[in-house]
């Protein structure tokens, strides 16, 4: 649905724009390529809707220019930015009872003169727009008549029929479920194919990491981080932009990262518990562990773990809880020192929880080692025998470690942890 014919590229450079004496954005800039999708991402009033509206020359900054093409925005007349942009706003007031395919067709207008008659091209290019949408079926519904979803879906039909160089959309997704939302992120992402490059206000950061190609993440009017989704989704980027603590994963499927939040930046934590400040240590590996060391944590323990792979899923959630970690290098043998170290910590803990971790012969040394410790835990979701990959050496070893544990489920960690201290100091 793209015009192709020529670079199409956007340039804003040092950008300045104040709203009743109150500066919004301050000093920002901005370079879309042709074939590129833009995400801004930011907590509200951090100028992303005012980026993009100065962007699409409804807003005419204090300082800095826009160019698309090559060519200053503030040089052209409002017609000619309506043959290169297109819009899709937050919000559009549509009151009158225009059919679905009249409100598409006006994204027709600004290639037509002032008493033309759309033709049957602009007719063509229309219904073309409603069904990359997923909206043919609306064409002849009255706009008021019809859902909130509906309606978004009909106003991107709309910016797609203007065959825009760039496309501009605030909160695209807004009022979608999950099936269009995704239908119409793919579609703008195919277009890029085409040469359209689209700038868009998202506040889903999984969303944003999944279908854009670049991130700027914006505070307080500055670009606080820019580069590809996993450079910008980081913990200390969200914590400072958003106020929250947020483990940062990769989708094995997609290969996007996925933000998971956990809470306030600097709330206080959750429920204590009454032993809160007992030493626990965990030995967890391969994303076992993670939901055992946030509990633990946030209940008030002094946790520790180990022995991980510094690639490990669980690593990253230790690191972001400023969790005290044995690690080796991925794929290597737990060295000696490594396990002289976890040994330290196993004997000096009030309690090892062991998480259901598949056990082969790279790890079989956390089992054996933790027969030092003066108390365990075993989290037993999955029965040993399905997840040793030692020939029968692991259910060997946890067997002599069950007769001196207690045992419970991952569902139960917490509760289970609290008891079995509360058990120990009485």
């Known amino acids: 649905m793209s015009q192709t014919d020529g670079p199409s590229r956007v340039e804003a450079s040092d950008l300045s724009v104040a709203l009743q004496a109150r500066t919004i954005i301050e000093r920002l800039s901005l370079r879309g390529e042709a074939g590129e999708f833009i995400g801004l991402v ?131 997704t807004a009022n979608l479920d999950i099936q269009h939302q ?26 944003a990491a999944r279908y854009c190609d670049r991130l700027l993440l914006l505070y307080e009017g500055h670009v606080l981080a820019e580069g590809p989704p996993w450079a910008v989704l980081t913990p200390e980027n969200l914590a400072t932009a958003f106020g929250v603590r947020a483990f940062v994963a990769v989708d094995p499927l997609t290969e996007a990262p996925v933000v998971t939040v956990l809470g306030p930046a600097q709330s206080p934590q959750g429920p204590r518990s009454p032993n809160a400040g007992a030493h626990v240590h965990v030995i967890a590996g391969g994303g076992r562990g993670a939901r055992v060391l946030y509990l633990l944590h946030e209940a008030g323990y002094r946790v520790t773990c180990g022995i991980l792979s510094e690639e490990d899923t669980d690593r990253g959630v230790a690191r972001l809880l400023d969790i005290e970690t044995i690690t080796v290098p991925a794929f290597s043998p737990l060295d000696e020192e490594s396990r002289s170290r976890n040994r330290a910590l196993m004997s000096a803990a009030d309690l090892v929880v062991i998480c259901p971790v598949p056990i082969g012969f790279g790890n079989i040394a956390n089992l054996e080692d933790a027969a030092a410790a003066r108390s365990l835990l075993l989290l037993e979701d999955q029965p040993i025998e399905e997840r040793d990959y030692t020939g029968g050496a692991a259910t060997e070893c946890y067997a002599a470690l069950r007769v001196k544990s207690a045992s419970a489920t991952l569902a139960s960690v917490a509760d289970a942890v609290a008891a079995v201290l509360a058990a120990h100091t009485d």
């Open 182 to 207: 995704l239908q119409v992120l793919s579609l703008v992402k195919g277009l890029m194919r085409e040469g359209l490059t689209a700038v868009a206000a998202l506040h889903d950061l999984d969303l």
């Open 42 to 172: 930011g907590p509200n009033g951090a100028g992303k809707t005012t980026l993009l509206r100065t962007l699409a020359h409804v807003l005419a900054p204090q300082e800095g220019a826009v160019h698309v093409d090559g060519r200053d925005l503030a040089h052209m007349s409002p017609r000619a930015v309506a043959q290169v942009i297109a819009q899709v706003p937050q919000t559009t007031s549509l009151d009158f009872g225009f059919t679905c395919l009249e409100v598409v067709l006006m994204g027709r207008s600004p290639f037509l003169g002032r008493f033309e008659l759309e033709s049957s091209r602009d007719r063509h290019l229309a219904e073309g727009a409603l069904a990359l949408t997923g909206a043919a079926h609306l064409a002849q519904r009255p706009i008021t008549a019809v859902s909130g979803g509906e309606r978004q879906r009909v106003i991107v039909a709309r910016a797609l029929a203007q065959q825009p160089r760039l496309l501009l959309m605030d909160e695209p």
